[in-house]
């Protein structure tokens, strides 16, 4: 079977690095700050977030930051703001969706 062409490949390469699910879960913290916020229940501070998460304060505060442009938190300004996620959001609904699926995946098999 022959290789794609070059310029084909890179189409392809550039389709992934524009794709928002690409973006939104760019690394594992990301995620693990968004199941985080979803098993919490109300809002935490980034030092919480990340103590519950396992992972370090400044990489948690780089994935808040990150999530911004995906509008699916709701933060409470302040001296010591706090993230939630926005339940309201059709797209937290989603994650929240794929992120049950993924989990009975893992440990049922498929349906």
Known sequence: ???PPEDRLEDVM???DRNGLVALFANRVRARVLVTL????EPLTA???AEHAGINRSATIEAL???EPFDVL???EGPDPTYAVDRSDELV???RTLAESATNRLY????
């Open 93 to 95: 609904e989603d994650i």
């Open 47 to 49: 030092a919480a977030i």
């Open 1 to 3: 079977m022959s290789e």
């Open 14 to 16: 550039a389709l992934v």
């Open 108 to 111: 049922d098999g498929p349906d």
């Open 38 to 41: 979803f098993y919490a229940g």
């Open 65 to 67: 930051e990150a999530l």
């Open 74 to 76: 709701e933060v409470d």
